[in-house]
């Protein structure tokens, strides 16, 4: 079972194909988006290549709870 989040209410539905880090993914993109910051910014906020930080944007990587942490405080 996998996940995905509507922005109109923040319900969480359940989607074929959609994991949990790419439900995370999505959520972290909406935070970046309504608080104006970039991948090349978050990434250098927490440590990572760009690169990476766009896979973990699509679903690709695992998210990590230090991560989180840091885009928590953005």
């Given at each position: 079972l996998s996940y995905d989040v509507t922005m109109?209410?923040?319900a969480?539905?359940?989607?074929?194909?959609?994991?949990p880090d790419f439900v995370v993914g999505t959520n972290v993109r909406y935070l970046m988006n309504?608080?104006?910051?970039?991948?090349?910014?978050?990434?250098?906020?927490m440590g990572?290549?760009?690169?990476?930080l766009s896979l973990?944007?699509?679903g690709?990587?695992?998210?990590t709870v230090s991560e989180l942490v840091t885009?928590?405080?953005m």
């Open positions: 109109t209410d923040a969480v539905i359940p989607l074929p194909g959609r994991t309504d608080r104006d910051v970039d991948q090349p910014t978050l990434a250098a906020r990572i290549d760009q690169s990476t973990k944007l699509r690709k990587r695992k998210w885009v928590s405080d």
